[in-house]
Each structure stands twice: as structure tokens, then as C-alpha cells.
């Protein structure tokens, strides 16, 4: 596993999360594959509310992820994080309308 945090907002999450839907082909019938990443209303956050992910070896490694993720990283949009700043930072957010899980 690979774990990222976006440092430039929800904007810059859901373009490069529409990049790699349209070049994966997403959504997909045959696969029943909606998105390859969550949208970032539904994702998770660390505690000062940026979007945190994790996701496959694999997947970081099929074009055009494997292309991006070094841009991104010289850009300072998004930084890799370690396992343990992944666990000790995220917050799961609570489902869509549960106010008080919060």
C-alpha cells in the first residue's frame, strides 16, 4: 500500500481523480467500477481536514497514475506519507447526513 496526503485542496483531488477516470475508462458497466477514487465528499481526512488516501502498489503503477503521482509530488499538490502518519492522522468521516457522528 501507498498512502498520500493532497496538499492543494479538494480541486486539485478531483482533477486528477476525473484524469484517471476518463483514461481508465470509468464508469465501467462491464466491471461495475464507478471511479477509481472517491469523490472528495466522501473521502477520508487527516485532522486539519485534508483529503488522505490509500491505495494498491499496483495501482500507482498503471498509466497514467504512474506518470502523475511524481508531478504532483514536485508540485507540492500531493505528498506520500508513511503507514503510521496515515493511521495516526486520518479521521474516517462519518456518513453522508450523520451530523453527530462528528
Given amino acids: 500500500m501507498r498512502f498520500f496526503r493532497v496538499l492543494s485542496g ?3 483531488y478531483e482533477s486528477v481523480r476525473a484524469s484517471l477516470d476518463l483514461a481508465w475508462g470509468h ?14 465528499t466522501e473521502v477520508t481526512r487527516d485532522g486539519t481536514g485534508r483529503v488522505v488516501v490509500a491505495v494498491e502498489d499496483a495501482w500507482c503503477e ?3 497514475a504512474n506518470e502523475m503521482i511524481p508531478q504532483l509530488v514536485a508540485a507540492s499538490a500531493i505528498e506520500e506519507i508513511t503507514v503510521d502518519e496515515w493511521r495516526s492522522q486520518v479521521i474516517a468521516r462519518p456518513p453522508a447526513g450523520d451530523a453527530e457522528a462528528l
Avoid: F, M, R
Fill in 27 to 40: 464508469p465501467n458497466a462491464e466491471t461495475k467500477t464507478e471511479t477509481c477514487l472517491p469523490p472528495a
Fill in 10 to 12: 479538494d480541486e486539485v
Fill in 62 to 64: 498503471y498509466e497514467p
